[in-house]
C-alpha cells in the first residue's frame, strides 16, 4: 500500500513539472512574438533631430544671407624717413641715439608715404548702400573700398561712427538696388542658441562659421558699454564689422573682438545697441547721449552694511556734479538708485546703460533710497558732455593705517580744491587695511561715516567713533572723482 502511495505521488509530482514547463515555454513564445503590454523605453539615437532642434545643415541660411555681407578693404597713410630702409622710417637704434645722430651721417633724410591696408566685415541694413560695421575698421582711414557678394566695389563714405559702443554706418553708392539683411530682436536670443557668423576672415571672403550662444551681458573691459554677446561661431581677424545671424537669419550681432589666448570665445555687439543709435548716426554723425551728473558705484559687502542696506542691489551716488540734473532735481551724495523708468537698477553698468539710453529732454522717475527710506525724483534728462564718466566701480574692505592732516593753503591752490573740502591723507600704512582697499597719499577724506569733515578735530570725532565700531566709511575724493570706500576689522 505504501508503495503504491508513493508511486501516485511521483506521478503527480511528474505531471506537475511537465505543465510547469509547458506553461513557461508557451509565456517565453508569446513575450517574443507579442506587445508586452509594458511601456517602450526610448532610448537616446531613438530622438529625433526636429526634437532637438538641431539643424541638419546651415546650407540654405547661409546660401539666403550671405548675399548681404559684405568685404571692407581700408588704406591709411603713414610719414616716415625711409632712408635706412626700415619700415615706417624707423631704424632700430633711433630710440638709442636718437634721429639727430643719423642725420649727422646721412643727411636730413626726406619723408616718404607708407600704405597701411586692413580687412574687415560688414552688413547690408537697406538697398541703397547703408552698412553697419565696426568703428575700429574704418576710423583714421584715408580710404575705404567695400566689395558687395556680386564681386563689385564701391567706395565707401562714413556717415556717423561711435567709438563707444564701436558702431560705424557708412555708405556706398550702389549701380542698383541691393540685398539687405533683416534686423532681429538681439533682447530675446537665449544662450544656447544656434548662430552663424559670416565675415572676411584674413581675407578669406564669405567664410561662414557656426556656434551657438555662450553667454550674455558680458563686459571684458572694452569701454563703458559693454554689453556684449558670447558666442563659440569661430571669430578671427577679418571678421569685425561683420553679422551673427539667428537661424530665422535675422541679424542679432556685429561680430566685435576675441580672446587671442582662447579658442571659440569670441564677442559680439548686441543688434539692439546699433539700432538704437542708428537715427543719431545717420543725421548727426555721432550719438547723443543722455546724462544725470552723477558719479556712481557699486555697493560693496561693507558698505552695505555701513549704510544697513540689505543687498548690494543698486548704485552708490558718490558725487552730484553742481547744476546738472540730478543736481536741480534733488538728489545727494549717499543715495542709492535702485530704479529708473519701472526698470530695477542692480549695479552702476546696468545704470550706465540705462541712462546712455535715455533721450536728451526726457523726463524720467528715479527711485531709490537715502537713510533705508523710499525716494523718488523727476530727472529732465540732458545731453552728455564730456565730463568724467558715470561709473566708478569701487570694490573695497579693509580699515585704519591712515596719516592725514588739515588742507593748507598752499595745498588748496595746488590741487585746486578749497580748504574745508575734508582733509587730506598724507601717509597710508603699508600691509594696512587703507592700504588693501586703495587709499592713497593726497586722496581727499571728504566724509566719515556720511559726516562731513573739514578739519582735523571733525575728523578725529568721528574717527574716535569709527574705531568703537571697528568699522568705517569714507567718501574719498581723488582728482575730479568721489567715491566711497568701507573698512572693517573682525
Not at 639727430?100 to 608715404?113: T, V
Not at 564681386?151 to 549701380?175: C, H, V
Not at 530682436?185 to 571672403?205: H, K, Q, T, Y
Not at 523710499?374 to 580699515?399: C, N, T, W
Amino acid at each position: 500500500m505504501e508503495s503504491k502511495n508513493r508511486k501516485t505521488f511521483f506521478m503527480f509530482l511528474m505531471a506537475f513539472l511537465v505543465a510547469f514547463f509547458i506553461v513557461s515555454f508557451v509565456e517565453v513564445l508569446r513575450s517574443s512574438f507579442l506587445p508586452s503590454g509594458a511601456p517602450e523605453i526610448q532610448t537616446a539615437s531613438a530622438v529625433s533631430s526636429s526634437e532637438t532642434n538641431a539643424p541638419g545643415s546651415f546650407s540654405d541660411l547661409a546660401e539666403r544671407v550671405k548675399p548681404a555681407v559684405v568685404n571692407i578693404s581700408t588704406t591709411k597713410t603713414f610719414k616716415g624717413r625711409n632712408g635706412l630702409g626700415m619700415p615706417f622710417g624707423r631704424s632700430p637704434f633711433s630710440g638709442r641715439f636718437g634721429d639727430d645722430f643719423f642725420e649727422h651721417f646721412f643727411g636730413d633724410i626726406p619723408q616718404r608715404e607708407f600704405k597701411q591696408r586692413s580687412l574687415g566685415s560688414g552688413f547690408i541694413i537697406s538697398n541703397d548702400g547703408y552698412i553697419f560695421t565696426n568703428n575700429h575698421v574704418v576710423e583714421q582711414t584715408d580710404k575705404i573700398l567695400v566689395k558687395v557678394s556680386d564681386g563689385k566695389e564701391y567706395e565707401a563714405k562714413i556717415i556717423g561712427t561711435d567709438a563707444k559702443t564701436d558702431i560705424a554706418l557708412i555708405k556706398i553708392k550702389p549701380d542698383n538696388s541691393l540685398p539687405f539683411v533683416e534686423i532681429g530682436d538681439s533682447d530675446v536670443v537665449r544662450v544656447g542658441e544656434w548662430v552663424i557668423a559670416i565675415g572676411n576672415p584674413f581675407g578669406l571672403e564669405q567664410t561662414v562659421t557656426a556656434g551657438i550662444v555662450s553667454a550674455k551681458g558680458r563686459v571684458i573691459g572694452a569701454g563703458a558699454y559693454d554689453n556684449f554677446i558670447q558666442t563659440d561661431a569661430s571669430i578671427n581677424p577679418g571678421n569685425s564689422g561683420g553679422p551673427l545671424f539667428n537661424m530665422a537669419g535675422k541679424v542679432i550681432g556685429i561680430n566685435t573682438a576675441i580672446v587671442a589666448q582662447g579658442q571659440g570665445i569670441g564677442f559680439a555687439i548686441p543688434v539692439n545697441m546699433a539700432k538704437s543709435i542708428l537715427a543719431d548716426l545717420k543725421t548727426k554723425g555721432k550719438v547723443t547721449r543722455g546724462w544725470l551728473g552723477i558719479s556712481v558705484q557699486d555697493i560693496s559687502e561693507d558698505i552695505a552694511k555701513n549704510l544697513n542696506h540689505k543687498n548690494k542691489k543698486g548704485a552708490l551716488v558718490s558725487d552730484v556734479f553742481k547744476d546738472d540734473p540730478a543736481d536741480k532735481a534733488g538728489i545727494k551724495v549717499g543715495d542709492i538708485i535702485t530704479e529708473i523708468n519701472g526698470k530695477s537698477i542692480k549695479d552702476t553698468h546696468e545704470l550706465l546703460l540705462t541712462i546712455a539710453s535715455l533721450h536728451v529732454g526726457e523726463k524720467v522717475l528715479i527711485k531709490g533710497l537715502r537713510d533705508g527710506k523710499e525716494i523718488s525724483f523727476q530727472v529732465a534728462v540732458a545731453e552728455r558732455k564730456d565730463k568724467p564718466e558715470i561709473a566708478l566701480v569701487k570694490k573695497s574692505k579693509g580699515y585704519f593705517g591712515i596719516a592725514a592732516q588739515e588742507i593748507t593753503k598752499e595745498i588748496a591752490q595746488q590741487l585746486g580744491i578749497s580748504r574745508d573740502t575734508g582733509v587730506i591723507v598724507t601717509d597710508v600704512e603699508e600691509g594696512s587695511p587703507a592700504d588693501d582697499v586703495g587709499i592713497q597719499a593726497q586722496d581727499i577724506i571728504v566724509q566719515v561715516n556720511k559726516i562731513k569733515v573739514s578739519s582735523m578735530k571733525q575728523y578725529n570725532t568721528e574717527m574716535a567713533k569709527a574705531a568703537e565700531k571697528k568699522s568705517v566709511m569714507f567718501l574719498i575724493k581723488r582728482g575730479k572723482s568721489n567715491f566711497y570706500v568701507a573698512l572693517h576689522i573682525e
